[in-house]
């Protein structure tokens, strides 16, 4: 401690030489109060756990995986294989068996299921609880229990859906009691009702989420300007689309942003639901899930390529959103 | 001076929490090494303390191992040592007593290979692990114990001092499946598993019209037989079976291993159970649930409405839910007989880890455990298991203390024993297991309509089996 002390002391003295400026000391002779600038240093103090978890704990790992995916390395049982350098091979195979779109197809549509009703209903939802001319009562519990799904955890939900909707579960039970059908449906044999229930998790799980978020947005907007729209005689439906929407804008980008990026990495829930494989036919195989398989048998370089090709779609696909839904006013 | 000082205070706080962070992880680290401990001043009290109580404890474990450390994927095992080990006292599920050694059993489930992750894990450190640490026993299954029984992680039991003739009474396959390549044998197991159809004597009745083994096996002696019954049964209201119940009775009879030359080979027998299923699943004959799930299950009940399933003697005891008043098996319900093909399924080998540090109990708990009669036949009494002892399973046979009332008072002993008998091992390969799961996983896409033909169906698989092992090649 008494080292770190005076070295970012002596550095503000070269600091202020440099700059033309005041020592503190000299400061201190012409007015006493101006001694604020030297706090500055506390900042990077305070700034060093979490650079140093950073670090270790992402920038280092980050490194290594981009290191390892220009290696041959795996285990086939107790046999360990490699690390030999092979260069970009590992990309190579990855990009031409193709299946990486398969997969990432897989993905975006799964993503979307969930998130165009999401997006959809928690506008919706945002758009009434922050309406005050509709008096909602009870809005505290009706917010509480809409978040409520994000706190089960992803993998104990999916296993709840995955008993509910087995071939012998309760849905089907119910359905058949009801004489709407008379043989089980086989939920997870169809490609279309399990991505549909993987969606519709996503949807339950995060839509409380996105509603406070918007809500939050809606908030920020200058209440005079709905009262000026409604004084000039704007009906609900106009204020909502030519004021919020707009003034709402930036959120909604964030909104989009995160949650396809969150969509990209969606994991646990179809790997829960399908015990990992990705079943019927590989159609709910995402591509994180991917991943996965080749873990078992700790292949890091085929592992390490597929995950930094991930990183780069994720970063185009951010940027292509970020571009398309511009925050500059003058569009 | 004052916002300084809180600065200060503040800031050595944020610090010192962070090192103060490493510091605690430090001392929890269970076999931290003294010399690492001693670069981080903040853990050094605690560090000390955890060293002197691991070299007390070394001292102590001068002679033998004080705890022992047994690793397996279910509590079958415990259980057998609970109900028959002579001394061995349960302390807890996971905890026990022999003497005054701790066995703890580390019980880590096979779903998505968990269990061989973690004994890959451990193994190969076994010999330089803590003395308390070490693994001294572990479990493994007929599909991959070629992959631990060909390393040097499993210790030959000669080396523990048990001879041949210890195991004269032991089946051949049983020794066959866990002789590593230089003819050491490395394991031992109690069960011969060979396997047959296990029938619902309800379903036989109404579809058959008679619940005689003898009758019954008629009705199922071949695989065109067993079609024909099939559409029987699917004309009385039942289904035959799960398809991946009859997937062992063929792979078990396949006249190639999987892996030839580094190369995954379909064989034609497993071809013939993809062609025979695909027509008996889309016949609505028969089902396509996963083994152990809930769907496959529920044919363990009347209302379940199954004809049969396929399994060895610890299915009888272990998988049909004899305990539950409603099941088919706590009344009698169900018949034994050998079906279309005779073949074997499972069984548990015991194996000692290399760098056990208590040899001799090992010893025990093996010769005992899997060659002692009066124990064996314990076993097979109380359990219903098939033992892998030639001289209790005559025994068994030949009247009728060998009758399970699961069965409805039927002797299986006779036909089991003639089994093990038949059972052919040199086939088998380190990749069984991956092979299996995966082309069960893809033909039940197959099966389901979701892949429109075979070929699209094997693709998957051979993708599958490259991402499991990547160093084997395809078609």
């Not at chain 2, 040592?81 to 001394?87: E, M, R, S």
């Not at chain 2, 062609?275 to 016949?283: E, F, R, V, W």
Request: charged residues 20%; proline residues 4%; contains cysteine.
């Amino acid at each position: 401690m008494q080292q770190a002390k005076c070295l970012p002391a002596q550095a503000d003295r070269h600091f202020f030489r440099e700059t033309g400026m005041l020592t503190p000391e000299e400061n201190t002779m012409n007015n006493k109060k101006s001694k604020v600038v030297q706090y500055n240093r506390w900042g990077y103090i305070f700034l060093i756990p979490f650079l140093v978890t950073y670090v270790i704990f992402q920038l280092v790992p980050l490194a290594d995986t981009i290191w390892n995916s220009f290696f041959e390395n795996y285990r086939s049982g107790l046999k360990q294989i490699g690390p030999n350098f092979i260069g970009l091979a590992n990309y190579a195979k990855i990009l031409s068996q193709g299946d990486l779109w398969k997969y990432a197809g897989n993905t975006m549509i799964m993503w979307l299921i969930g998130f165009v009703p999401q997006i959809v209903v928690s506008l919706l939802l945002g758009a009434w609880f922050t309406d005050p001319s509709l008096r909602l009562k009870a809005q505290r519990f009706f917010k509480t229990v809409i978040y409520l799904p994000n706190l089960i955890m992803a993998s104990a939900f999916a296993m709840l859906f995955f008993t509910l909707f087995s071939d012998g579960g309760p849905v089907n039970s119910i359905l058949m009691n009801l004489h709407i059908i008379s043989q089980p449906y086989r939920f997870f044999a169809s490609v279309a009702a399990s991505r549909i229930l993987v969606g519709f998790m996503l949807f339950i799980m995060w839509f409380g989420n996105t509603t406070i978020l918007l809500m939050a947005g809606m908030m920020g907007i200058d209440q005079s300007l709905f009262e000026a729209a409604e004084v000039d005689g704007a009906t609900a439906r106009q204020i909502f689309f030519k004021i919020t929407l707009p003034l709402l804008r930036p959120i909604l980008v964030y909104v989009l942003i995160t949650s396809l990026i969150g969509g990209l990495q969606m994991f646990d829930v179809p790997q829960v639901l399908t015990n990992g494989t990705g079943d019927p036919a590989r159609s709910t195989m995402t591509m994180i899930m991917w991943l996965n398989k080749h873990l078992y048998s700790k292949n890091f370089g085929m592992g390490g390529a597929l995950s930094v090709l991930l990183f780069i779609i994720t970063g185009i696909l951010s940027i292509v959103v970020f571009k398309f839904t511009g925050t500059d006013t003058d569009k | 001076m004052k916002k300084k000082l809180l600065s200060v205070v503040l800031a050595s706080t944020v610090v010192a929490g962070l090192a103060a962070g490493c510091g605690s992880s430090n001392s929890a680290a269970p076999a931290a090494s003294t010399a690492k401990d001693e670069a981080a001043p903040a853990a050094t009290q605690a560090a000390t303390e955890a060293a002197t109580e691991a070299a007390t404890e070394e001292t102590a474990a001068a002679d033998e191992g004080k705890v022992l450390n047994i690793e397996c994927w279910n509590t079958e095992f415990q259980s057998r040592i609970t109900d028959h080990y002579p001394g061995y006292e349960k302390v807890d599920d996971t905890t026990g007593k022999i003497g005054d050694v701790t066995v703890n059993w580390h019980i880590t489930p096979s779903d998505n290979n968990a269990y061989q992750n973690n004994l890959d894990q451990v193994l190969p450190d076994n010999a330089s692990a803590d003395a308390d640490k070490k693994v001294d026993l572990f479990l493994m299954e007929a599909d991959y114990a070629k992959k631990y029984v060909n390393a040097d992680v499993t210790m030959p039991i000669k080396d523990l001092g048990i001879t041949d003739d210890d195991l004269k009474d032991q089946y051949q396959y049983t020794k066959d499946i866990v002789k590593d390549s230089n003819g050491d044998l490395k394991g031992l197991t109690w069960q011969a598993c060979s396997a047959g159809l296990i029938y619902n004597r309800e379903a036989a009745k109404a579809a058959l019209g008679t619940d005689d083994p003898e009758k019954v096996q008629e009705a199922v002696k071949d695989w065109d037989a067993f079609k024909a019954t099939a559409e029987k049964m699917k004309k009385a209201g039942y289904t035959m079976c799960s398809v991946n119940d009859t997937y062992r009775v063929y792979s078990n009879n396949v006249s190639a291993p999987w892996v030839q030359d580094g190369k995954v080979v379909v064989d034609d027998n497993i071809k013939a159970w993809v062609d025979d299923s695909k027509a008996l699943a889309d016949a609505g004959e028969e089902n396509t649930f996963d083994l152990w799930g809930d769907d496959w299950a529920k044919g363990k009940y009347p209302d379940g409405k199954v004809f049969c399933y396929f399994g060895p003697a610890w299915f009888f005891n272990f998988s049909l839910s004899a305990d539950d008043a409603k099941s088919i098996a706590a009344n009698g319900g169900w018949g034994y007989v050998v079906g279309p093909q005779s073949f074997y399924w499972g069984g548990t080998w015991i194996a000692a880890a290399n760098g056990t540090d208590n040899p001799s109990l090992v010893k025990d708990i093996m010769l005992k455990m899997t060659t002692d009669p009066t124990i064996m036949k314990e076993i097979a009494q109380k359990d219903s298991d098939c033992v892998n002892n030639k001289t209790v399973l005559t025994d068994l046979a030949s009247d009728d203390s060998g009758n399970l009332a699961l069965l409805g008072g039927e002797n299986p002993y006779k036909m089991l024993a003639d089994g093990a008998e038949k059972v052919d091992m040199s086939n088998i390969s380190d990749y069984d297991q991956g092979c299996n799961e995966e082309f069960q996983k893809a033909m039940k896409g197959y099966f389901d309509g979701n892949y429109k033909t075979y070929d699209d169906a094997l693709a998957a698989f051979n993708k599958a089996i490259t991402e499991k092992y990547p160093d084997l090649t395809t078609d």
